[in-house]
């Protein structure tokens, strides 16, 4: 299934404080077919939209007020052991290989993209979970 299909098909929550990178994010997401979006400015506020919204796909930064992203993802995780959002996790400061495999195996994160965020650098975030 392309991207498009499974993008429209999807609720996504954006999580980042930056207006300009949140701006960036949701035109690449709209550019690739997602059209139920929502935007969370704070750690906190991702974890409660998630748990109300119940999106299925996070683009979450990883240094968001209140709380950090790593901790916001494990937040999610356990809100409910069926809901299991696809999680994508966007940084401009952790970008060692080691990071990546710690925000894997120990948050749940299921993609890594260092900013700058690119309209192909989140497609091929988003096909590797979302097509399978």
Do not use: W
């Not at 991702?46 to 119940?54: D, E, G, L, Y």
């Not at 999610?76 to 952790?94: E, M």
């Amino acid at each position: 299934m392309p991207v498009e299909d499974v993008a429209t098909a999807v609720r996504v929550l954006v999580a980042e404080d930056s207006r300009r990178q949140c701006a960036e994010l949701v035109e690449i997401l709209k550019t690739l077919g997602a059209r139920d979006i929502r935007i969370a400015n704070t750690g906190h506020e991702a974890i409660r939209m998630a748990s109300q919204f119940r999106p299925n796909l996070i683009v979450l930064d990883g240094l968001l007020p209140g709380m950090h992203g790593f901790e916001v993802a494990r937040f999610i995780r356990g809100i409910d052991p069926a809901y299991q959002p696809r999680i994508i996790f966007t940084t401009a400061i952790y970008k060692n290989v080691r990071y990546e495999n710690e925000a894997r195996l120990k948050y749940g994160i299921d993609a890594y993209v260092v900013k700058p965020v690119t309209e192909e650098g989140l497609r091929m975030a988003m096909s590797r979970k979302l097509a399978a």
